[in-house]
């Protein structure tokens, strides 16, 4: 199982990123998928979470309608929207499978599978 997340950088406040993780090695319409993010010094915390269909999604409140999760079942491909940036989402962020949890959890400890991360940096 591999999952290959891509897309972060660095940005000014205000500005977007699109989050990519493509996953292979699973049936990956079978898993619920997460996004995790992990500041400098900070313990790893929850950003969104999509059901395996995709009907279901749940937010982080420090989110507060800026970040959308999405997946495309096809791709194998999950997604995370990123719009207004502000400099405390700098972060590594992490995409994440679950197979226990298909309709998508905040809680890391039912997460099978991790990506690498991607590093998003957000300056003022």
């Known amino acids: 199982v591999q999952l290959q997340a891509s897309g972060g950088g660095s940005v000014q406040a205000g500005d977007s990123l699109r989050l990519s993780c493509v996953a292979s090695?699973?049936?990956?319409?079978?898993?619920?998928m997460g996004w995790f993010r992990q500041a400098l010094g900070k313990d790893r915390e929850f950003v969104a979470a999509?059901?395996?269909?995709?009907?279901?999604?749940n937010y982080a409140d420090f989110v507060q309608g800026r970040f959308t999760i999405a997946r495309d079942n096809a791709k194998t491909t999950v997604y995370l929207q990123m719009n207004s940036l502000k400099p405390e989402d700098t972060a590594v962020y992490y995409c994440?499978?679950?197979?226990?949890?298909?309709?998508?959890?905040?809680?890391?400890?039912?997460?099978?599978?991790w990506g690498q991360g991607t590093q998003v940096t957000v300056s003022s």
């Open positions: 994440a499978a679950s197979r226990r949890v298909i309709s998508g959890s905040n809680y890391q400890g039912v997460y099978d599978h």
């Open positions: 090695g699973l049936t990956f319409s079978r898993y619920g």
């Open positions: 999509i059901s395996w269909n995709g009907g279901r999604t």
